[in-house]
Nanobody, 116 residues
Framework: QVQLVESGGGLVQAEGSLRLSCAAS????????MGWYRQAPGKQRELVAS???????NYADSVRDRFTISRDNAKNTVYLQMNSLKPEDTAVYYC??????????WGQGTQVTVSS
């Protein structure tokens, strides 16, 4: 069993910044990648950013150059630094962990609200 605990969401004004953290614990075996998805009301869940164990990153076009994903492999923790936030970034952000055996795990979600 793998647990993902997220922190760092909240309310921020447009052009502000937030940093999300996600710590993985439990029976973690051979992580392939970790990342963040988000889901806004009435929309599908979408990938925001991901990072592999080797450090390769992938970003949604809408957040590239504003968000930065990083990870601490020793702590099984992934971070998402979000700068220049826009109202359209408002969503519930979910931490994701994928293993090399293709299992997927999700956090409980953290709300990010950007006011204009």
């Amino acid at each position: 069993q793998v647990q993902l605990v997220e922190s760092g969401g909240g309310l921020v004004q447009a052009e502000g910044s937030l940093r999300l953290s996600c710590a993985a614990s439990g029976s973690i075996v051979r992580i392939n990648a970790m990342g963040w998805y988000r889901q806004a009301p009435g929309k599908q869940r979408e990938l925001v950013a991901s990072i592999t164990s080797g450090g390769s990153t992938n970003y949604a076009d809408s957040v590239r150059d504003r968000f930065t994903i990083s990870r601490d492999n020793a702590k099984n923790t992934v971070y998402l630094q979000m700068n220049s936030l826009k109202p359209e970034d408002t969503a519930v952000y979910y931490c994701w962990l994928g293993t090399i055996s293709l299992s997927n795990y999700w956090g409980q979600g953290t709300q990010v609200t950007v006011s204009s």
